[in-house]
């Protein structure tokens, strides 16, 4: 079976951090793009950082360029972010998604580019 397995996600005060990972299973994450999207509440889904599917090329949002840092263990099949100076504005169910092998297109595409996707950790940023 293949799948997507968010974790990390949690309560954390403002400026504070967290680390998202992303564990696959059932199909391997190399030469695919993969990427974390988020959804706040009333809003819709937007990619945030996604990585290509050859590895050489990473994407930010401007929301969360130079705070957050998205990172890949080939090894242990995984997709982390690691999220700084969090804002209550990034309050939001966060989801992780792969493409299909070999997929190309810029950034985080949109969601039809991704095949596959977690069920979504929450994280609240709130004092």
């Known amino acids: 079976q293949m799948q997507l397995v968010e974790s990390g996600g949690g309560l954390v005060q403002p400026g504070g951090s967290l680390r998202l990972s992303c564990a696959a299973s059932?199909?391997?994450?190399?030469?695919?793009?993969i990427g974390w999207f988020r959804q706040a509440p009333g809003k819709e889904r937007e990619g945030i950082s996604c990585?290509?599917?050859?590895?050489?090329?990473?994407y930010y949002a401007d929301s969360v360029k130079g705070r957050f840092t998205i990172s890949r263990d080939n090894a242990k099949n995984s997709l982390y972010l690691q999220m700084n100076s969090l804002k209550p504005e990034d309050t939001a169910v966060y989801y992780c998604a792969a493409s299909s092998y070999g997929r190309r297109f810029y950034g985080c595409g949109t969601d039809d580019d991704m095949n596959y996707w977690g069920k979504g950790t929450l994280v609240t940023v709130s004092s």
């Open positions: 059932g199909f391997t994450l190399d030469y695919r793009a």
């Open positions: 990585i290509n599917y050859n590895g050489r090329n990473t």
